[in-house]
């Protein structure tokens, strides 16, 4: 016989059901792009003492916490093929309930935008319906569901140039680099995924493509991503910026090297925190910009 839960399995199931780490890195995301990147700088305590920054983090984290949970409310026969021991709703949470807090969450989200400006709540209420429509529909597609989850990462650095328009470059530039390595974490976790999603009727690309083609994808991603990054930072006339992204074809050329040579689950989830590490070296290159 099952064992209920105890309050204290209920909390830790919950927050990793939202995921509570990838919460955290969003908000100092967020943090660093509006005191490194817009700024200025020197005015860190104002900046910190701005009730509306605030806002928008929170509004950023609800609905990505809202999404999370909607996502695995789909994902849950995939999941338990994919990875059975990390399967909260049904086990800690009841679907019903999983729903509701789903439904609240985007709800506080987009009020919390709303009390910035009418610009910062649509721009909320476009990622929570793109949210709903990738976990819905687009994550069985080959792609579109990788572009629609790149898109929103990219989305949470956009919105604070919304509110805050200076130095919207940076930002933008900065906003693209999420994109991508998003867009290229996304595809590799579909590799790693497959089997359970070949069982359920997905069509993302390793689906459709196989692994061997899906990896070539990846190929001309990482070259574009690179070449993309080198040349606009010139463009930019930043020699902080270009010196920075300049550094980060290290890691990347890494990347591509252990994406060659991965073959099993193991080696596509190692290469997947290969992407999360050069995720936090471009967080961290914005304090030498």
């Not at 400006?117 to 687009?138: D, G, H, P």
Request: hydrophobic share 55%.
């Amino acid at each position: 016989m099952r064992n209920k839960p105890t309050p204290k399995d209920f909390l830790s199931g919950f927050l990793r059901l939202i995921r509570i780490q990838n919460l955290v890195i969003v908000a100092f995301t967020q943090l660093f792009v509006r005191i490194f990147l817009i700024g200025p700088r020197e005015e860190w305590k104002r900046i910190l003492a701005d009730p509306y920054f605030y806002l928008i983090v929170l509004s950023t984290l609800l609905i990505a916490a809202a999404g999370y949970i909607i996502n695995d409310y789909f994902d849950i026969k995939i999941d338990i093929v994919n990875k059975p021991k990390r399967v909260i709703i049904g086990r800690y949470l009841k679907r019903r309930m999983a729903i509701g807090t789903h439904q609240l969450l985007n709800v506080l989200g987009v009020l919390c935008g709303l009390v910035v400006s009418y610009k910062v709540a649509l721009v909320n209420i476009f990622s929570v319906s793109l949210l709903w429509l990738y976990s819905e529909r687009y994550k069985r597609q080959p792609l579109i569901g990788n572009v629609a989850v790149s898109l929103l990462t990219a989305l949470s650095l956009l919105i604070l140039s919304v509110e805050y328009p200076r130095h919207h470059g940076l930002v933008l530039i900065y906003a693209v680099f999420a994109f991508f390595i998003s867009l290229i974490r996304e595809i590799v976790k579909d590799i790693e995924d497959r089997r359970g999603d070949a069982a359920h009727g997905c069509r993302t690309l390793p689906v459709v493509l196989g692994v061997r083609k899906t990896k070539r994808v990846l190929y001309v991603l990482i070259v574009l991503f690179t070449l993309i990054l080198l040349v606009w930072s010139q463009y930019l006339g930043n020699r902080a910026l270009a010196i920075s992204f300049g550094l980060l074809v290290l890691p990347l050329a890494w990347l591509l090297v252990r994406l060659r040579r991965a073959h099993t689950r193991k080696d596509f989830s190692s290469v997947s925190t290969i992407c999360k590490v050069i995720m936090l070296i471009g967080l961290l290159t914005m304090i030498l910009i």
